[in-house]
């Protein structure tokens, strides 16, 4: 009984082991993690209705040759929200939801942000989350979209065109009164290698 423990231990630990550090996070220094191979090193940036801030860049280990076929997230990951979602909200309003009108601005969320990001591929569509507050440390964005996103540039850009972005009803753009208001959003994201 005892051999038996001792043993299902040691292949616990093994298992746990086969991290391996692969490379460093050019923003802070600390070691990325892969499990397994074909995994690369991808510079991110946003486009469109959700931008990245060019003063903080940043990278994450993904799928080789399909960077948004398994997940990719990061933290800090800065991004810049403009004026305009770019998306078109009488698309938006349209989508079967049931969830109300969405709005094209940012509003009172406009500026940089600096939170946690990731996006995995689910059953034909993707899950997008971005949870953060301001720069500065002050207001709090949770925002996330489930919605089927187009891959294009040999599949190093991932677009989602006037889907529903929700926001949860705790955020607020600067820790004043909640704006929970879904914005209705164009977007792209793509991997460099």
């Given at each position: 009984?005892?051999?038996?423990i001792?043993?299902?231990?040691v292949l616990?630990?093994?298992?746990c082991g086969r991290d ?9 220094g600390?070691l990325?993690?892969?499990?397994g ?12 209705g959700?931008?990245s801030d ?6 994450a280990l993904?799928?080789?040759?399909d960077?948004f ?6 933290d800090p990951?800065?991004?810049?929200l403009?004026?305009s979602?770019?998306?078109m909200?009488t698309v ?5 939801s049931?969830?109300g009108?969405t709005?094209?601005?940012w509003g ?13 591929a689910?059953?034909g569509?993707?899950h997008?989350?971005?949870r953060?507050?301001r720069?500065?440390g ?13 891959k294009s ?7 989602f065109?006037n ?6 009803a705790?955020s607020?753009p600067?820790g ?6 879904d914005?209705?959003?164009t977007?792209?994201?793509?991997a460099i290698?």
């Open positions: 009984m005892l051999r038996t001792a043993g299902i231990a616990g630990l093994a298992a391996v550090p692969t490379a460093q996070d050019q923003s802070n600390a990325l993690f892969a499990r191979g074909n995994q690369t090193l991808y510079g991110i940036t946003f486009q469109q959700i931008q060019v003063a903080h860049p940043f990278s993904a799928k080789t040759g960077p076929g398994g997940s990719v997230g990061g990951v800065y991004v810049l403009p004026a979602s770019a998306g909200a938006c309003d349209q989508d079967g049931g969830l009108a709005t094209e601005s009172g969320y406009a500026g940089i942000w600096k939170g946690d990001f990731s996006i995995s689910k059953a569509a993707h997008f989350a971005y953060a507050t720069e500065d002050t207001g709090m964005l949770w925002l996330v979209v489930n919605a089927a996103g187009v540039n040999g599949n190093l850009t991932l677009t065109t889907v529903r972005g929700l926001v949860s705790l607020t600067d004043g009164p909640y704006d929970p208001q914005r209705c959003l977007f792209s994201i793509t290698p």
